[in-house]
């Protein structure tokens, strides 16, 4: 159980293609998401999860075309199951202990169905469903009594492993047969990405009859661009390190600008998804560019130190364990 509960879920290998200030970035995302839960003077900071989209997006993205590269083919069946593995029973552990906790400390036919629910969503890749019919507002009373509210981002990122891997394999097999390389997967992308950030802004700004189920907060047509701008970053991230060194400090300094900005900047009252997303998603975007050069800035070694690594490592089950952990805590001491 121990072992479950400290497993890095999300984390790649220790090998090809491993970066430790990837890492250092999931750390300062998942500390971001625990200081906004928290209800401390971080008014952003749940863009967290954008950051970890982002960086989900290039994880993933130059796992498969490294997979491609080496053997000429990807095998969806291991790519599943281990992401099956490094996903699945951590959360299967949190969903059933804050369920059975919510039978103890939550009134019968109310919250507890509302925490089944979503428990049951979480398990079926559709949290962030569920809690779009459940509570709607993210920042709704409703929805942040919710020992699983957090769930959705794990739905929407499960959601993302299964499609996206597909895509990139139609890219690579028509690229190959009309002899392009990976041009052919770069304007899929390039092409899903920017139709998603169009459909996402129009949403934010214009009355669209679709309404938020569709292109809301919960969305995962309205958050696959945080995705794919990660993505294009792994598919362009040969090209990029080619770029001299002064612009690949330049991008480190001004993502982290932009993250920073973001966290401040961003709050409750903000239209989200919209704009304003551009700020967690380009500074995380700028910060995994800058980070491919090989002279580090001192905020790239920053981020790859051993401490900063470590709570990457454990994002994961930081990022699960949390937020239950906050509702039950107000729940039984609701004066401290």
Excluded at 115 to 136: D, K, P, W, Y
Aim: charged share 10%.
């Amino acid at each position: 159980v121990v072992r479950i509960i400290l497993s890095p879920g999300t984390v790649s290998h220790k090998g090809s293609g491993w970066r430790a200030d990837v890492q250092g970035l999931r750390a300062i995302a998942v500390l971001a998401v625990i200081i906004f839960h928290a209800g401390l003077p971080l008014p952003g900071g749940f863009t967290g999860v954008d950051i970890f989209f982002v960086i989900s997006g290039y994880v993933i993205t130059e796992m498969l075309i490294r997979e491609w590269n080496a053997h000429g083919r990807i095998r969806l069946g291991r790519f599943y199951v281990r992401r099956f593995k490094r996903l699945v029973p951590a959360l299967a552990l949190v969903v059933s202990i804050t369920v059975l906790v919510s039978m103890v400390l939550f009134p019968p036919l109310g919250d507890e169905n509302r925490v089944l629910a979503t428990g049951i969503g979480a398990m079926t890749i559709s949290a962030n469903i569920v809690i779009e019919f459940l509570a709607g507002n993210y920042f709704a009373v409703d929805a942040q009594s919710n020992p699983l509210l957090h769930t959705w981002s794990l739905s929407v990122e499960e959601q993302f492993y299964l499609v996206f891997p597909l895509l990139v394999i139609a890219g690579l097999i028509w690229g190959r047969a009309r002899k392009s390389g990976q041009s052919l997967v770069v304007l899929l992308v390039f092409v899903v990405t920017a139709g998603s950030l169009a459909l996402t802004l129009a949403a934010a700004y214009l009355s669209l009859p679709v309404g938020e189920t569709l292109l809301g907060f919960y969305s995962t047509i309205s958050r696959a661009w945080e995705f794919g701008a990660g993505a294009l970053i792994a598919l362009s991230a040969s090209r990029l390190a080619r770029l001299r060194q002064g612009v690949l400090h330049t991008a480190t300094w001004s993502g982290l600008i932009l993250i920073v900005a973001g966290f401040f900047v961003i709050s409750e009252q903000s239209v989200f998804p919209g704009l304003l997303t551009l700020l967690p998603v380009v500074g995380t975007s700028l910060l995994i560019i800058g980070g491919l050069s090989t002279k580090s800035s001192s905020f790239s070694r920053l981020l790859s130190s051993r401490p900063m690594e470590t709570i990457g490592d454990w994002s994961y089950s930081l990022y699960l364990w949390h937020w239950p952990s906050i509702v039950f805590a107000s729940l039984l001491w609701p004066s401290s």
